[in-house]
């Protein structure tokens, strides 16, 4: 089975190199600093005990106020898991640094992170939209993207024939 | 004499390209100098549409990202939601899973080296050969759920029904035709001049570099990395089969074709067990129809027929996925594929993009 390390964890050990690196941390995941993020990156690859080699997957969530780029990682030497984020709290420009120089892999999926949640990868070797065409309305993926004059938020409200409740005015 | 380079599309219409997808390459004469893909002409924004569905209503979306292998992409998000809920299906529908899983393996399989001997100039006589049995696999999906490929089966909690009570003797009438099929296959494709003429020392993706840029699946083992998601984490009931990880040594065109017909072979082996094994009894477990998962994340992954198929699914608790990411394999595979086509000529890159077999539905989504 593969280990899924503990956020608590990958923050303790990313502290013991880098003490303030670290920004947050959970049961599910650890956050990083974004200004120190190549280093604890770099440093979660090459560190033999973790040997994060393997980017599974890097994608982006507005969580409307700030947005998150959630990095999941994997070691195949040593059948580990774990999970990473960093957040940016710019709205108009988020921007986080590009993790291509550490894991390759990054470089598509920052590239559709760009695309579809409008989240900047500086330092990124190519940054261009890839599903979308050039001169596309913003970015369909941020919840707000539908919030023209009389519209609404994307999400599902309710259930269908379900009375109006708590969940009234999500999103 | 003055020279300049030529640039020419290969795509978005065309047969090599296995869907729209377009190859942009950079020629001096022959070689390859670069090369870049353009692609999003199948982009149908499911992860936007996803976060307007319940989350039982997102399972047809997952047949239509990768939808040469419905089975695995449904399996994938169902487990990464089960994941969220703490939603453990009944131990037939584990292996029912396991079933739906390897057959729509060997299909798929089936299907990218049939497809691949087409790059290879084996025009068209294999991917006949190949559907014949793809054909009888369909049909027993069709059996189990009613269509054969988007076959919208699993449901979290378990599968949508159960299996009729013709399925097993034709799945066992199957099965026993298939080792004969994979020495006709073998004899036909494996050793051939041309695939092999076409194929050996032809894009050769090292370990190393496989990894870095996060390639999964197939291609991965073919560079020789015994990585494979049901070994390693097992999901469903793969824990309690037996079957080996096929690997590659030189990574190159050749071996992933090669991983490709072994793990065939090892897809008939684990069915054969899975269909000894699987026991009687319930095939779901109730599940709310207004369904709200806590607060929370969760990410799932499998081993699809290309690769890590993973999602991940965030939760706010209300009726519908905040968040829906497909991490799909055809997508990242990709990312070598320009250090593979530079320095190739034309007709091997034709040949690498056939071995990496991406399905664009995926690619997009």
Redesign the interface.
């Known amino acids: 089975m593969t280990t899924v390390l503990s956020g608590f964890d990958v923050a303790q050990r990313i502290q013991q190199k880098l003490p303030d690196a670290i920004a947050d941390a959970t049961p599910e995941w650890a956050e990083v600093k974004a200004d120190q993020l190549i280093e604890t990156c770099a440093f979660l690859r090459d560190d033999p005990e973790l040997d994060l080699r393997f980017l599974s997957s890097l994608c982006g969530v507005d969580r409307l106020d700030h947005f998150e780029v959630v990095y999941h990682l994997l070691s195949i030497s040593r059948n580990l898991a774990a999970t990473v984020k960093v957040r940016s709290y710019d709205r108009e420009n988020p921007e986080v640094p590009s993790v291509v120089p550490v894991w390759r892999g990054a470089h598509f999926q920052e590239r559709e992170t760009y695309d579809l949640m409008g989240i900047r990868f500086e330092g990124h070797p190519d940054l261009r939209r890839i599903f979308l065409w050039d001169g596309f309305p913003g970015h369909p993926l941020r919840k707000d993207w539908l919030n023209f004059p009389g519209g609404q938020m994307a999400g599902l409200e309710r259930f269908p024939g379900e009375p109006r409740g708590p969940l009234e005015g999500r999103g | 004499m003055k020279t300049e380079p030529f640039v020419v599309n290969i795509g978005p219409q065309h047969p090599s390209t296995h869907g729209v997808f377009r190859m942009r390459l950079t020629l001096d004469g022959e070689r390859i100098t670069d090369a870049d893909m353009v ?2 002409y199948l ?1 149908r ?1 499911m ?2 549409l996803a ?4 989350f039982t209503q997102v399972i047809p979306f997952t047949d239509r990202t990768d939808y040469v292998a419905a089975m695995t992409g449904n399996l994938a998000y169902v487990l990464a939601v089960e994941k969220l809920c703490g939603i453990e299906a009944p131990e037939r529908a584990q292996w029912l899973r396991v079933i739906m899983s390897e057959l729509q393996r060997f299909a798929s399989h089936s299907m990218a080296v049939g497809v691949f001997a087409n790059d290879c100039g084996a025009w068209q006589t294999p991917v006949m050969h190949m559907f014949r049995e793809r054909e009888k696999i369909l049909d027993l999906f069709e059996m189990a759920c009613g269509a054969r490929l988007t076959t919208n089966y699993m449901r979290i909690g378990g599968v949508s029904r159960d299996i009729p009570p013709e399925f097993l003797p034709a799945a066992h009438k199957l099965l026993a035709e298939l080792p004969t099929r994979m020495d006709e296959y073998e004899g036909l494709l494996v050793e051939n001049e041309i695939i092999v003429a076409r194929s050996r020392g032809v894009g050769v993706l090292p370990a190393e ?1 496989a ?5 999964s699946g197939p291609m991965l083992r073919g560079s020789g ?1 015994a ?1 494979d998601i049901r070994k ?3 999901y469903a009931a793969y824990g309690r089969v037996e079957f080996d990880i096929c690997v590659g040594t030189n990574g190159d065109v050749y071996d992933r074709f090669l991983v490709r017909v072994a793990e065939m072979r090892q897809s008939i082996r684990i069915l054969e067990q899975a269909l000894e094994m699987m026991p009687g009894g319930p095939v779901a477990v109730d599940i709310p ?2 369904l709200r998962p806590p607060v ?2 969760a ?1 799932g ?1 499998i081993e699809s027929p290309r690769g ?1 198929l ?1 999602f ?1 699914v ?1 939760s ?5 996925p ?2 829906f ?1 497909i ?1 799909s394999p055809s ?2 595979n ?3 594929l320009r250090d593979l086509a530079i320095g190739a000529t034309v007709a091997d890159a034709i040949v690498i993009l056939g071995s990496i077999d991406i399905v664009v539905g995926e690619v ?2």
Do not use: F, M, Q
């Not at chain 2, 990894?211 to 390639?215: D, G, R």
């Not at chain 2, 706010?316 to 519908?320: I, K, L, N, S």
């Open positions: 692609i999003g982009h924004s992860e936007k976060e307007e569905r319940s570099l990894i870095a840029t996060s390639v990395v990585w390693a984490d097992p129809v207004a929370g994340e990410y992954r890590e993973g991940y965030v706010d608790g209300g009726p519908a905040y968040r990411h991490r997508y990242i990709l990312t070598p997009d989504r």
